[in-house]
């Protein structure tokens, strides 16, 4: 075994994070992503999702996430799925300040009768999902600067299928994507939920560095051989991960970003988006007090607003 080290390690073993790596001396580049107490078993717990739908959403915020480690500017990315299937709507949300946030739209009768056809066993994205399509949508928060999205049909079993057949058809390049969730059993019976997720990519050869196949290869072969415990064991830090992985090279790891379990939504957006709605609407959708009442889907907040204040 080499002695080569991991050339910087600011990661130890701590959870909700994402960081980006480059692979030395060659022309692979990653990044990394650990979420626990702190994001997504907040995010998880808040509505009580079935079991295989909450490990669905826990890889799709871990997704997000770990292409939000790639912003150049400040916004936020959107991970989006809609289908026929018992989830109509999946959405996660990670955002340049840390912020991320996740929702799920769940048809019960349909996931029901999806359980007792699989048994209680995992099903796949196309019994979720049935038809639909996966987006990616960057959205800057300066208003001068477009948006960007792309969508591609669901295809694969499992959503790091998916992702990547989208970044081969939307970004062409070559890009192999893990994500791992689980449900951790405490003494008590506490549960708590935590992810890990990790992707590699391939840099484009050019005439200073010639071919990048041989490198990408050898990388991608190491980077298969990832098992889901691994991405999301508490007594394995991610620098040891990739350690474990690509001694050979040595890993160069950039300063991670921290990640919140944090919403957007705010009493000046809901009532921004009441005032524009006619007055005879809003009188229709109010209480018997005169109050109109929502909550946010993705936090759970509940607010309320006297319509003479609307």
């Not at 979720?128 to 600067?145: R, S, T």
Request: net charge negative.
């Amino acid at each position: 075994m080499t002695d080569t080290p991991i050339i910087h390690d600011p990661l130890g073993a701590g959870d909700d994070f994402v960081a980006s790596f480059q692979i030395e001396d060659t022309s692979v580049r990653g990044r990394i992503a650990r979420l626990g107490d702190g994001v997504l078993d907040p995010i998880l717990k808040r509505h009580d999702y079935p079991r295989w739908a909450a490990y669905l959403l826990g890889e799709a915020v871990t997704l997000a996430v770990l292409v939000s480690a790639s912003l150049k500017f400040d916004g936020r990315v959107m991970v989006q799925a809609q289908g026929e299937g018992p989830v109509s709507l999946m959405v996660a949300e990670a955002r340049s300040d840390g912020g991320v946030r996740g929702y799920l739209r769940i048809d019960k009768a349909k996931w029901d009768k999806l359980e007792r056809i699989n048994k209680g066993q995992r099903p796949h994205i196309p019994q979720v999902l049935a038809k639909g399509v996966l987006a990616l949508l960057l959205q800057p928060n300066d208003p001068d600067q477009a948006p960007w999205q792309s969508m591609v049909p669901i295809e694969g079993a499992t959503l790091s299928d998916c992702a990547q057949v989208w970044f081969s058809q939307s970004e062409q390049v070559p890009t192999r994507v893990k994500l791992a969730v689980a449900e951790i059993s405490e003494p008590g019976g506490t549960k708590r939920w935590r992810s890990g997720g990790a992707l590699i990519q391939q840099v484009a050869g050019d005439d200073a560095r010639g071919s990048t196949d041989e490198p990408w290869d050898n990388a991608r072969h190491l980077f298969d051989t990832i098992a889901d415990i691994e991405l999301v064991d508490p007594d394995v830090a991610a620098a040891t991960l990739l350690f474990r992985l690509f001694h050979e090279n040595g890993v160069r790891l950039e300063p991670p970003r921290a990640l919140t379990d944090k919403c957007t939504c705010s009493d000046e957006k809901l009532l921004t988006t009441l005032r524009q709605m006619p007055r005879d609407e809003i009188v229709e959708l109010a209480e018997a007090d005169g109050a109109i009442t929502a909550d946010c889907q993705f936090c759970g907040r509940l607010y309320r607003f006297p319509v003479d204040e609307i």
